[in-house]
């Protein structure tokens, strides 16, 4: 199984970026798929989830309104939009998927929120 995450960069805060999470080796529309961010010095908390059947999706409080999470069963991907990025979202930002016994993690990709 593998989880690449790309579309991180270098963004203004204001701007916005698309992340998006290639995923093969696993049924993807099974999985519920997720993503988390790492800040340096911090605990990896949860961004958003979109489980695998009705396509419904969980916010963190803080992400709500700004971010959006989404999938394409059809190309295997799980996408976060994330708008008006703010410094504090600077971090790692990492791929899940995960069913009942089954849990993997891609390698994540960097956001730097700087002017």
């Known amino acids: 199984v593998q989880l690449v995450e790309s579309g991180g960069g270098l963004v203004q805060p204001g701007g916005s970026l698309r992340l998006s999470c290639a995923a093969s080796g696993l049924t993807f529309s099974r999985y519920d798929m997720s993503w988390y961010r790492q800040a340096p010095g911090k605990e990896r908390e949860l961004v958003a989830v979109?489980?695998?059947?009705?396509?419904?999706?969980n916010y963190a409080d803080s992400m709500k309104g700004r971010f959006t999470i989404s999938r394409d069963n059809g190309k295997n991907t799980v996408y976060l939009q994330m708008n008006s990025l703010k410094p504090e979202d600077t971090a790692v930002y990492y791929c899940?998927?995960?069913?009942?016994?089954?849990?993997?993690w891609g390698q994540g990709t960097q956001v730097i929120v700087s002017s």
């Open positions: 899940r998927a995960r069913r009942i016994g089954l849990d993997f």
């Open positions: 979109i489980f695998n059947a009705a396509g419904n999706t």
